[in-house]
């Protein structure tokens, strides 16, 4: 098993057991974070761009990875990708750069799979 396929089998499994915990709170947030993301005036793709640039400058590699993937879904480009790691790289700075690497070594991965 590939390590994008390991983190979306994990992410599927805790995110089933966390809402069948049937917690209100933990439920509504799920569910506003979806409606974030859903096509509106701005596009899925733009979206979930604008979500991997704000992970790359927070610095959480899980919500890169995910970001990644959905971005790859939508048809993000290589070229595409790297004015995202750009932005992210100036708006966050040279701590940015160990999750840039981690970012890239993931994209190639999933285009190996595509």
Known sequence: ????????????RINDKILKSD???LKRFFSLDAEAY???HLSVQTKEMLGLAASMV??????ITY???RCHEEGTTW?????????ALVVGGS?????????VATLEELASQA
């Open 1 to 12: 098993m590939s390590e994008v396929q390991g983190f979306e089998a994990f992410r599927k």
């Open 23 to 25: 917690n209100r709170t």
């Open 38 to 40: 859903r096509e509106g």
């Open 58 to 63: 927070l610095r959480c590699d899980d919500c």
């Open 67 to 69: 970001h990644l993937i």
């Open 79 to 87: 070229d595409e990708f790297f004015e995202v790691f750009a932005v």
């Open 95 to 103: 701590i940015v750069i160990p999750h840039l690497r981690r970012a």
